[in-house]
């Protein structure tokens, strides 16, 4: 039984090929100043990086023929870590913050969870607010919903309701996300 040509694996997909890995019959080559050196045969191609001192480097394995570039092998794979490393750094985790209160929580209080609330958005954080419902408060929902409204509107100007009140079980859960900045 015949069988057609092996796929390769995704590893073997985003992996680099260099030098002797380099498996067609002709290249495009480009030198390590970004000049375009022409049509070679795959072999004579990794001869000419060999003679300078260089690897031969898969760049565009997609292009017909495949674009190769000469280059140092061991600082690309520095610079892309590097590159990788930095991207890692300045990416922003959002994480939520949960704030909770009671449908009898006073005055005072619910600006002490305002604040808080205010200083979560400040830092980019989603904020959850929970309401809890004991004994007989569960028949007051409204209550509840006035009060996820109150923190809500305390801090219209950072940021904005991402899901109404609503219940589950015995709690009221309201979600507020950071508005986006320029």
Do not use: W
Not at 8 to 37: A, M, S, Y
Not at 43 to 63: H, K, S
Not at 66 to 94: H, S
């Amino acid at each position: 039984m015949r069988r057609g040509p092996r796929r390769p694996t995704r590893q073997e997909k985003e992996e680099i090929r260099v030098n002797r890995r380099i498996r067609v019959p002709r290249v495009l080559v480009i030198d390590e100043d970004g000049n375009k050196l022409g049509e070679f045969m795959t072999r004579d191609a990794i001869q000419l990086a060999e003679d300078r001192g260089l690897d031969l480097i898969e760049v565009a394995p997609q292009a017909r023929p495949p674009v190769c570039k000469i280059g140092d092998f061991g600082q690309l794979k520095y610079e892309r870590k590097k590159k990788a490393t930095q991207a890692r750094k300045n990416q922003v985790q959002v994480q939520l913050k949960e704030i909770k209160v009671r449908p009898k929580t006073d005055d005072h209080d619910m600006g002490v969870k305002v604040r808080h609330t205010r200083r979560f958005l400040e830092e980019g954080n989603k904020v959850k607010i929970t309401v809890r419902f004991r004994g007989r408060e569960l028949a007051h929902r409204n209550i509840g919903a006035e009060q996820c409204l109150r923190i809500a509107e305390a801090c219209q100007d950072l940021g904005t309701i991402e899901s109404q009140p609503r219940m589950d079980g015995r709690q009221m859960f309201m979600v507020l996300a950071p508005i986006k900045r320029d």
